[in-house]
């Protein structure tokens, strides 16, 4: 598991003020946690549902990033550009609501 500090000079990015990532690019304006998620997909992880990937969060990472959800769900969009949100819902469940 990388550090922050590790993930952030990997992929030469900062974060602002507000903690999320200040460049613009595939990243801009998302926690670190979509950084972190995304380099664990990029090594083989999480679950590929076609639309996104979906990680089950661990305890480990419940503490590291301050949150209580199940699952952490990574989109990359057609553009390249890569989002995340942390979910307690199941995969069925979000896709109803984009429906």
Partial sequence: MKTDRELLQEYGVTLNSHNVIA????FEHEPIETLYYYDAMLNGD???????VKFEVSEKEKI??????????LE???EGFVSGE??????????SEVE
């Avoid at 460049?23 to 595939?26: D, M, P, R, V, Y």
């Avoid at 942390?86 to 896709?95: N, P, R, V």
């Fill in 64 to 73: 590291r990033f301050t949150v209580e959800e199940k699952y952490f769900y």
């Fill in 46 to 52: 999480g679950e590929d549902l076609g639309d996104m």
């Fill in 86 to 95: 942390f979910s307690d819902k199941d995969y069925e469940a979000i896709e």
């Fill in 76 to 78: 990359v969009s057609d």
């Fill in 23 to 26: 460049e613009l690019g595939k």
